[in-house]
């Protein structure tokens, strides 16, 4: 699948977006605080760059998840994750653009709180 990442690109972001699609899941997701806040930190990626992931990579992807009346709460396996992923970057910009703003109403809700509060645990206040 062609991608706008280059395979090294690809293979760095993995970890984060398995990471990252754990915030939407149908469960306490500060469970899992602990555990992404390591992976995000050994990613070498910025607050701000993982915060772009988390909007215009994962979150148009897991999205709907949260607006269903019971939503995977166990996680999903990380193959399929990275299979969703470069899935939704294969598309076209265009549809690409249609999904990040299906997901923006949820994804800046999660924003607001569990991703504010793991980027606190990952960077410090900033």
């Known amino acids: 699948m ?4 280059t395979e090294a690109e690809i293979t760095r972001r ?4 398995i990471g990252l699609s754990d915030v939407f899941l149908d469960t306490d997701v500060s469970l899992f605080d602990a ?3 390591k992976t995000l930190k ?3 990626f910025d607050a701000d760059e993982v915060e772009k992931i988390l909007r215009e990579e994962v979150g148009p ?6 607006t269903v009346v ?9 193959e399929w994750i990275v299979s969703e992923v470069t899935k939704y970057l294969s598309k076209t910009e265009v549809l690409r653009i249609a999904q990040k703003l299906r997901s923006k109403p949820v ?3 999660l924003v607001k709180s569990d991703w504010l509060r793991v ?8």
């Open 119 to 126: 980027k606190t645990l990952t960077w410090g206040a900033t």
């Open 107 to 109: 994804v800046d809700q």
């Open 2 to 5: 062609k991608t706008p990442f």
């Open 61 to 66: 992807v897991f999205f709907t998840n949260l």
């Open 14 to 17: 993995k970890p984060v977006w």
């Open 35 to 37: 555990r992404l806040s």
């Open 70 to 78: 019971a939503g995977e709460w166990a996680g999903w396996p990380d």
């Open 42 to 44: 050994e990613s070498g």
